[in-house]
């Protein structure tokens, strides 16, 4: 069952370091052509790894069932 | 970017180590740094993207490693103003600045004008005298020397300041306004039309 909650990245605040692909346990995150980090929601577990290592601090949880319906 | 992996590349975090130890032997070491300006500008130049910080950066690689290690690392957000535009662009000028009067520093000696300075200047504010250069081949000239200590204390400065801002804040803060990290977004953002 996916997690309720998956990590989404603020890309005008993402410094593209990748501090949180390094840390993702599921490859989740890709960095975008250098510019920022994009995450899949589909393989995202919603760990919080990513979260607790960005320097920039520009990742946020949201929440599956509010975003989608 | 697959699932952790141990390669090459994750011993990278020995670099910074190695790269200090070699200079504090022999000073003219300090050159093998521009790998650290040279490449990441040609990743993003050329491949438009920031493969080395995503994947080679032995500095960003270290203070993980000692984070990991020695938790010292308090694990708070770093002051939003860090990761600003302003703050990061302005740092960027800043760092480009020192760099250009490096250059200028260079040439002085280069052209006479001035003599070799050795020192090392850390945070550009505190200089301390460094010549233990027994090994120096006395052909080399003066202003390869001079470039040498100039480079080198930009080197220990920046990675001061990121020790200091990865043991208040996250592991890599000093990522948020490196000036390779900023100058290769922005190059990255340009090439694939993003709003910078
Ligand atoms: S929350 Fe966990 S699984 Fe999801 S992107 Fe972040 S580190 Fe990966
Ligand atoms: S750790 Fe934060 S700033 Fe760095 S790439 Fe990931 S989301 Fe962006
Ligand atoms: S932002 Fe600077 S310190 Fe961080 S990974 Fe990139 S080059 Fe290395």
């Given at each position: 069952?996916?997690?309720?909650?998956?990590?989404?990245c603020n890309k005008n605040?993402?410094?593209?370091?990748?501090?949180?692909?390094?840390?993702?346990?599921?490859?989740?995150?890709?960095?975008?052509?250098?510019?920022?980090?994009?995450?899949?929601?589909?393989?995202?577990?919603?760990?919080?790894?990513?979260?607790?290592?960005?320097?920039?601090?520009?990742?946020?949880?949201?929440?599956?069932?509010?975003?989608?319906? | 970017?697959?699932?952790?992996?141990?390669?090459?590349f994750s011993y990278l975090?020995?670099?910074?180590?190695?790269?200090?130890?070699?200079?504090?032997?022999?000073?003219?070491?300090?050159?093998?740094?521009?790998?650290?300006?040279?490449?990441?500008?040609?990743?993003?130049?050329?491949?438009?993207?920031?493969?080395?910080?995503?994947?080679?950066?032995?500095?960003?690689?270290?203070?993980?490693?000692?984070?990991?290690?020695?938790?010292?690392?308090?694990?708070?957000?770093?002051?939003?103003?860090?990761?600003?535009?302003?703050?990061?662009?302005?740092?960027?000028?800043?760092?480009?600045?020192?760099?250009?009067?490096?250059?200028?520093?260079?040439?002085?000696?280069?052209s006479g004008t001035a003599?070799?300075?050795?020192?090392?200047?850390?945070?550009?504010?505190?200089?301390?005298?460094?010549?233990?250069?027994?090994?120096?081949?006395?052909?080399?000239?003066?202003?390869?020397?001079?470039?040498?200590?100039?480079?080198?204390?930009?080197?220990?400065?920046?990675?001061?300041?990121?020790?200091?801002?990865?043991?208040?804040?996250?592991?890599?803060?000093?990522?948020?306004?490196?000036?390779?990290?900023?100058?290769?977004?922005?190059?990255?953002?340009?090439?694939?039309?993003?709003?910078?």
């Amino acid at each position: 069952m996916p997690s309720k909650f998956y990590a989404s990245c603020n890309k005008n605040i993402c410094v593209s370091c990748g501090a949180c692909a390094v840390e993702c346990p599921r490859g989740a995150i890709e960095i975008w052509k250098g510019c920022y980090a994009v995450i899949d929601k589909n393989i995202c577990v919603g760990c919080g790894l990513c979260k607790r290592i960005c320097p920039a601090n520009c990742i946020e949880f949201l929440n599956r069932e509010t975003e989608e319906n | 970017m697959s699932v952790k992996k141990n390669n090459f590349f994750s011993y990278l975090w020995l670099w910074p180590i190695i790269y200090f130890a070699l200079g504090f032997f022999n000073i003219l070491f300090a050159w093998l740094g521009m790998f650290d300006v040279m490449l990441p500008i040609l990743f993003a130049l050329i491949g438009g993207n920031k493969f080395f910080c995503n994947h080679m950066c032995g500095r960003g690689m270290l203070f993980t490693v000692i984070t990991k290690k020695f938790k010292i690392s308090s694990g708070k957000p770093a002051p939003k103003f860090f990761s600003s535009k302003y703050f990061r662009y302005g740092f960027l000028i800043f760092f480009m600045a020192m760099f250009t009067s490096i250059l200028i520093q260079t040439y002085f000696v280069y052209s006479g004008t001035a003599n070799l300075k050795e020192f090392i200047k850390i945070l550009w504010a505190f200089n301390i005298p460094f010549s233990l250069n027994l090994s120096m081949p006395s052909q080399i000239p003066a202003w390869i020397i001079q470039f040498s200590y100039g480079f080198y204390s930009l080197m220990l400065s920046s990675t001061i300041i990121g020790l200091i801002v990865m043991a208040l804040y996250r592991p890599r803060t000093w990522c948020t306004f490196c000036p390779m990290g900023s100058m290769t977004q922005a190059i990255c953002k340009i090439k694939n039309h993003q709003p910078l």
